[in-house]
């Protein structure tokens, strides 16, 4: 059975860093990444990184954000530094698997931007 877990989303001031974390199980997954959803807006994708290291990022995050990955424990990391407003968003955690071919998502982790 495939979980993702994430953990370490919460209330940070304009400016300031905040650090996620998903822990999956069940499958080798090929991509894994993040995506967020905002009120009233569609998911859009933040970073995804491939087993090899490939990193894919939106360009609203380029130089802020960093996605990194742990093969071996299976976990996916978004540091988040220099965080705005406009970062309030639920952020998913997701996974991608080749053998069978299936995407995966977390349950989510809300992010607050605010002072």
């Known amino acids: 059975q495939v979980q993702l877990v994430e953990s370490g989303g919460g209330l940070v001031q304009p400016g300031g860093s905040l650090k996620l974390s998903c822990a999956a199980s069940?499958?080798?997954?090929?991509?894994m990444g993040w995506y967020r959803q905002a009120p009233g807006k569609q998911r859009e994708l933040v970073a995804v990184?491939?087993?090899?290291?490939?990193?894919n990022y939106t360009d609203s995050v380029k130089g802020r954000f960093t996605i990194s990955r742990d093969n071996a424990k299976n976990m996916v990391y978004l540091q988040m530094d220099s965080v705005k407003p406009e970062d309030t968003a639920v952020y998913y955690c997701?996974?991608?698997?080749?053998?069978?071919?299936?995407?995966?998502w977390g349950q989510g982790t809300q992010v607050t931007v605010s002072s």
């Open positions: 990184i491939t087993r090899a290291g490939n990193i």
């Open positions: 997701y996974a991608q698997s080749l053998v069978p071919h299936s995407d995966f």
């Open positions: 069940g499958r080798i997954f090929s991509r």
